[in-house]
């Protein structure tokens, strides 16, 4: 099929490849000049893995193109996705005039049928105000369809995702427009669920928030585990074990973070509220989450007392591995705090330093976890990246000033840590004294 995918952000570049990939032809198409220079010279403006390997082949063979011009990619393709970003405005309100400019160059452009993809992330009833805005800007007499098609991309894993959902989402409203869908999408041989377009947005939204939302449930039993001295990923293991549970998005840490989540509850909590609804539990998740850095910090004075002066080493700032993202990563502000007090901060991370470099301008970024740990009086562990399980800790304990490690990650067991002489301090489990 002939496809553009207009939005070349994180969504964008991942569909786009992957519908390369399925062997339709694709075009990726953004306002953004500099950017689809780059992506035609195979420079890819994320760090996502197998996307640079997946886009290169594509465009070798053709399948994949960029452009500048949104009006040569509509004009050009049958099926056209929206997928440009929809930030949050001051008020929690997603912004979607980046959606409605979409639209009205869509419709400024539409030369023969079209179906309309809404592949961003939107509130309920957006899909409803494209159609709108289509109708008012059309030129020529051409039918179109707009269906809503929520993406479920996790960044780090988000071609395997494509590959291999869980479930695919079509919101619908002509025979036309899920036949063609459907099509699209047969070679995933995935679960699908046709629906009408509200339902599928709301399919979105929900998901999110029902993630969001084990994340601060279980962030919550873990401030009790605190209380009583239990354990919580024991606690996680037994519940996760009830099918109706499940084990997923049950680790307890310093809070959910990225582009989507607190984006998207707030969104969710506006879109609520806007039609009369008061989503107070979406307002608790949120609570409980930004209280995970407080409780971090809290626990970190209780080790290293004052902390103006002390040299802290942190492991990851990324919002979670397998990524160079640090939008919304609670870390920053974890980072910033520990500044605010006076401390000096030794940071590495695989692969998100070059970003943070831009935000965090007085801190000392290391060139391996060993380096930051050297002469440090605590090491904060920030972001679970997996090369941080395999780290040399008689090595990293030799290297501290003092044996503290503080976890928000709870990537270690206390005991192994104990017996390797560190004094432990984790989420939601007992803090081990180290010798
Ligand atoms: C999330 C959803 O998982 C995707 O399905 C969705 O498509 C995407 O948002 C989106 O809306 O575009 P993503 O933000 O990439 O994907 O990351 P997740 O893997 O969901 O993690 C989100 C945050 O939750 C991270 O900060 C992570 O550290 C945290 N988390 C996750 C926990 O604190 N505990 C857990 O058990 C799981």
């Known amino acids: 099929m002939k496809i553009s995918i207009i939005g070349t952000g994180y969504v964008g570049l991942v569909t786009g490849s992957c519908f390369a990939e399925l062997g339709n032809k694709v075009i990726c198409a953004d306002n953004d000049a500099a950017k689809i220079k780059g992506l035609k010279k195979g420079i890819i403006p994320i760090y996502e893995p197998g996307l640079k390997e997946l886009v290169i082949k594509n465009t070798r063979k053709k399948r994949l193109k960029f452009s500048a011009s949104i009006s040569e990619a509509v004009r050009s393709s049958d099926i056209i996705f929206i997928a440009v970003g929809t930030p949050s405005s001051d008020t929690g309100e997603a912004d979607l005039t980046g959606i409605e400019n979409v639209a009205r160059n869509i419709a400024l452009n539409m030369n023969s049928y079209k179906l309309i993809v809404e592949k961003s992330t939107v509130p309920v009833e957006t899909g409803l105000w494209v159609k709108r805005t289509i109708s008012t800007y059309i030129r020529k007499k051409v039918r179109f369809d707009v269906v809503s098609n929520p993406e479920f991309l996790r960044e780090g894993s988000a071609i395997a995702d494509f590959m291999h959902p869980d479930r695919v989402v079509i919101g619908a409203e002509s025979k036309l427009a899920r036949d063609l869908m459907l099509e699209l999408y047969k070679p995933l041989k995935s679960h699908v669920v046709v629906t009408d377009i509200k339902s599928a947005e709301l399919i979105k939204h929900a998901s999110n928030s029902f993630l969001a939302a084990k994340i601060s449930f279980i962030n919550a039993i873990a401030r009790i585990c605190d209380k009583v001295g239990a354990d919580i990923t024991e606690v996680a293991y037994g519940m996760g074990l009830d099918k109706r549970i499940g084990p997923g998005f049950l680790n307890a840490g310093i809070g959910y973070g990225g582009s989507c989540f607190p984006k998207d509850l707030d969104a969710f909590i506006h879109i609520s509220e806007k039609i009369g609804y008061d989503f107070k539990l979406l307002k608790n998740v949120r609570e409980i989450n930004s209280q995970q850095q407080q409780l971090l910090l809290h626990k970190l004075k209780e080790h290293l007392w004052i902390l103006k002066d002390k040299f802290i080493g942190v492991l990851g700032v990324s919002f979670k591995p397998d990524t160079d993202d ?92 104990q017996k390797k002489g560190f004094t432990y301090v984790s989420i939601g489990r007992p803090v081990v004294l180290g010798r």
Request: hydrophobic residues 40%; positive net charge.
């Open 326 to 417: 640090i939008r919304n990563a609670p870390s920053i502000d974890i980072v910033n705090y520990l500044e605010k007090e006076g401390a000096h901060i030794r940071l590495y991370d695989p692969s998100a330093m070059p970003k943070a470099k831009k935000l965090l301008k007085k801190v000392h970024f290391c060139q391996d976890a060993y380096s930051a740990a050297r002469g440090s009086d605590c090491l904060l562990i920030l972001t679970e990246w997996d090369e941080f399980k395999s780290l040399d800790l008689t090595k990293i304990r030799g290297l501290l000033r003092r044996p503290l490690i503080v976890d928000g990650r709870n990537m270690f067991k206390p005991q192994d840590m």
